[in-house]
């Protein structure tokens, strides 16, 4: 592999990096109690898909439904 290849993959390995991290952040003020608390509809789908998840089907469908109360 050349010098300039090694640069590249280099480069994109750091890029990617930089990406996944503002994606993390992005997460972390999203998912804040804060955040949520003005974002009902985010909040309830949240929840549902936590629900959903963990297989608790009539929970996750009422919270669904709760967060469609908000949809745009």
């Given amino acids: 592999m050349t010098v300039v290849g090694i640069g590249?993959?280099?480069?994109?390995?750091?890029?990617?990096v930089q990406a996944r991290e503002k994606r993390e952040q992005a997460n972390a003020v999203t998912q804040s109690n804060g955040f949520l608390s003005a974002h009902p509809d985010l909040r309830w789908r949240t929840e549902g898909v936590q629900s959903y998840d963990?297989?608790?089907?009539?929970?996750?469908?009422?919270?669904?439904?709760?967060?469609?109360h908000y949809a745009d």
Avoid: D, P, V
């Fill in 8 to 16: 590249l993959l280099f480069g994109l390995a750091n890029g990617s």
């Fill in 54 to 68: 963990e297989g608790r089907y009539e929970e996750a469908m009422t919270r669904f439904k709760r967060a469609s």
